[in-house]
């Protein structure tokens, strides 16, 4: 009745996934704790013992206070980590009412918030006020002023946008949100294992950050799937708290129940093995080949956007976009069409040789 | 730093978990998929198609009308498809107005219900109306009759209760939401891949339901994470889709972005591997096993709950628990305290000879 099992496609053409070939210690990390569930920690200590680890790596990252006593757990992934940030503000917020949802509260974002804010306003029953961006991309602080109110319960800064990579004014952000005692959440779900290696201002070091997304799954080298949630506070996730009888554990603060083991052992492997030298050199080559890509195309005379992270937007038009994916080439458009490169440590100076080689070809 | 990695437990002692020993073709293909992600499916296309034929098995267990276009996807576990089935019978209800919460909705569930519905309800701000259950664990139309009204979006009903295994009566549940205009929803998250060699009522075909979860990281014997959401019609599908720019897809209905290759590919490869004949072997041995169990405990005075599906529940002293857990068992208890073992596929007869021998020597 089914046919065979298709291949698992290679990673040599994906220029499109802010997700990568995981490191081959990640890899067999995962493989070993495919049956495991850190959401069932009374059952499953090894794994549970690991997520701690995970977390207090992932806090290290983003300049945690105190790392080896941080807030914060492995989630499925950086929506999940959204989500649950404004979940977490939403129930913190004065005057707010869980149970009976919430009408009158509002957050606030730029428009180059991830979409999983959408997802997470319409879940939760709040308004989402996105605000324009500057003119290279970026959250306009005057026009978060202008935005925010006292019922706002978070305002969300972006530290490594999807569509251009950019990284928001994030001290002036939370200097914002702590002025009107809203919460402060940075989104460094593709970033955050690039930033450190930059003069970024981004993380909890930088600025009043009540939580903070960062994926192992991304740039983290980690396998799917893997998130990350972080909080300056234990409060932060006390918020997010339902108790639940049967799993001899106090608590949930997930948003899902069931969770990977493999994300979490996978994520512990891989930023053992590459914290900080191997992220660096990553994060370095990454940078290289997006410049050069940049160049190249601008060099064609296409209208390129400055790369900030490792991520490249270029206006090229929709004939070639279809050409290029027609050649193998998995790449993906910006919310205006631009063409999107993400330069993750899987896209080697080759293989984007060889996409302006087919980009040539297709031109003339 | 760091220590080395603990290894991951065995199953051999597991007897708390809904999670079991993936098959070891679902445990192949996780580890080829563990770098993809079916929430991009433009970029991972081979996981795209996949994820199809998981929900065109699933479909087929749940007695779907047509398997082959059913609507659904491979969600983290069973809480995202609970709290994904109460979001879209929600947005579904008369009169919502998604954007603003539900201050009025209700969803009715009987007491018995997972707590991903308290979940589910705290997040998306509807009331969560629990009822009694009747002398034996399963809901009580009477009650659930009297509960609804038409501010219910949705009634629950639960296939295989997580404390006592229990089978709702799906179809007179059916009715009763039929008759108020509300949405049906079935949690067979557990007993799904077991239901099927049974004579209970419980899927599409058996009653009006619009949603259905079915998780194939459980008696399915696919790796974690692997849940599944059916709908009858692909509106309810629908209600959930918040569209999304840069993935080149139309919208995204899943709770979460990015999604686990593994669990799906995991998910087909199992189905493949033991659709019917090795889930009907598991489910009569599970269900045996269970038989033996609880008239082991019953024999030695325990209180056993007669076992409905492979689920045994006894009131165990505290005192034994604890020497229970401290003997090496994973073992849970429901919220009243009895202890619970669930006879999943790894569960062995052999484990709980010696499960009841331990039994025996702490009571000594």
């Not at 690039?194 to 950050?209: C, E, G, K, Q, R």
């Not at 994300?263 to 053992?272: H, T």
Request: glycine share 8%; with cysteine.
């Amino acid at each position: 009745m089914r046919q065979p099992e298709p291949e698992p496609q290679s990673f040599n053409r994906v220029l499109s996934s802010m997700c990568t070939e995981p490191h081959p210690d990640a890899r067999a990390a995962a493989e070993r704790f495919l049956a495991t569930n850190p959401g069932d920690p009374a059952t499953y200590e090894a794994v549970a013992d690991l997520e701690a680890q995970a977390v207090e790596g992932l806090a290290t990252l983003a300049a945690h206070p105190t790392p080896s006593d941080a807030a914060g757990y492995v989630t499925s992934g950086g929506t999940e980590a959204n989500v649950q940030a404004v979940r977490s503000a939403r129930n913190r917020h004065e005057g707010s009412d869980a149970e009976k949802g919430e009408r009158d509260i509002n957050v606030v974002a730029p428009e180059s918030a991830h979409f999983s804010f959408h997802k997470a306003a319409e879940l939760l029953g709040v308004e989402l006020r996105t605000v324009p961006l500057d003119d290279d991309y970026r959250a306009d602080p005057e026009a978060v002023a202008a935005a925010v109110d006292d019922a706002t319960a978070l305002v969300v800064g972006v530290a490594g946008s999807t569509e251009y990579g950019r990284v928001d004014p994030i001290p002036e952000l939370g200097s914002i949100a702590d002025e009107v005692g809203a919460g402060f959440h940075v989104d460094a779900a593709w970033g955050g294992f690039v930033l450190p290696f930059t003069d970024h201002a981004w993380s909890f070091a930088d600025a009043p950050v009540d939580t903070l997304t960062i994926d192992p799954h991304k740039f983290g080298q980690a396998p799917v799937p893997a998130g990350g949630l972080l909080a300056r506070e234990d409060a932060a996730l006390d918020a997010l708290a339902v108790d639940t009888p049967y799993l001899e554990t106090r608590s949930q603060a997930t948003l899902t129940g069931t969770r990977s083991g493999a994300g979490v052992a996978g994520a512990v492997a891989a930023i053992d093995a590459l914290w900080p030298d191997g992220y660096r050199e990553a994060a370095e080559r990454a940078a290289e080949n997006a410049e050069w890509l940049a160049g190249e195309l601008a060099d064609r005379g296409y209208d390129a956007v400055e790369p900030e992270l490792p991520l490249v937007a270029a206006d090229v038009p929709e004939s070639e976009f279809r050409a290029l994916r027609d050649a193998g080439w998995k790449v993906s458009r910006t919310g205006t069409g631009e063409l999107r490169v993400v330069c993750m440590p899987h896209v080697t100076r080759a293989a984007l040789r060889a996409f302006i080689d087919d980009l040539d070809r297709i031109r003339r």
